[in-house]
């Protein structure tokens, strides 16, 4: 029997490192508020692009409801293309969980077993007063594989984009990642790498990575001299 739901839990991601700046702060207080046993609220959606920490804030929030319980994510983005009939059904491999956590909504498959079986597991979830959290690259009234009366149900509950495409917030995300590892990242670094990858953020991350593996394979200290050429020049230019 195929298990394709299980997400790879990252077990670093927490409120506690997790970047605040002016695009994901909404979603960042949302977070939190439903991670509190006596806030009112039961259901949170968080959109925006790849590399924006929804993922990060729906383990982070996860983590703190489940208290040691077991956790898992439903993530969208492993359904098989096909319908699979001999699955085992998403209702059946989670509904007893201390939370519902989905990931990636937006890559549900155009499929009706698998749209009525996230309703299903949902509204177990919704009804038994247990805290849902759902991610997603659109709004939710721009999830073309979702029936109807799931979108109205998450219009319902707390709603927030994430956004971390302007310079500053990558700027606190690289000083973040670089503080992580110990890792002194000079201003004039964090400057050329903004200048010379893409504006997505999951490539500037690459870069990063790129840069602190040279750094460490060549016992030099990163400078703007080492970011400029070498394997991760390379990369950085790849990117642009």
């Known amino acids: 029997m195929q298990l394709v ?10 409120f506690d490192n997790f970047v605040v700046c002016d695009g994901n702060r909404t979603a960042f207080e949302f977070a939190r508020r439903l991670a509190d046993p006596s806030a009112g609220e039961s259901v949170l959606y968080l959109y925006g692009p ?36 001999g699955d085992e059904s998403l209702v059946d491999r989670f509904h007893d969980l201390p939370v519902l956590l989905i990931d990636d909504m937006d890559l ?17 979830f919704y009804q038994s007063g247990r805290r849902i959290v759902v991610t997603g690259a659109v709004p939710p009234r721009e999830l073309t594989s979702v029936d109807d009366h799931l979108t109205s149900r998450l219009l319902w509950g707390l709603v927030a984009r994430m956004d971390v495409s302007d310079d500053d917030s990558r700027r606190l995300i690289l000083k973040k990642l670089a503080d992580d590892r110990q890792i002194m990242l000079p201003d004039d670094v964090i400057a050329y790498l903004l200048a010379h990858t893409r504006r997505d953020l999951q490539s500037l991350i690459d870069a990063f990575a790129s840069l602190a593996r040279q750094s460490l394979a060549s016992g030099r200290k990163i400078s703007l001299r080492l970011t400029r050429g070498g394997v991760a020049g390379a990369v950085v230019a790849d990117s642009r």
């Open 5 to 14: 739901f299980d997400f790879p839990l990252t077990p670093r991601y927490s």
């Open 50 to 85: 790849p590399g924006s920490g929804k993922s990060h804030l729906l383990v982070a929030a996860g983590k703190r409801l489940a208290g040691g319980e077991e956790l898992r994510v439903v993530s969208c983005g492993d359904f098989s293309g096909d319908d699979a009939s």
């Open 108 to 124: 549900l498959p155009d499929q009706r077993r698998r749209r009525e079986e996230l309703w299903h597991l949902f509204n177990e």
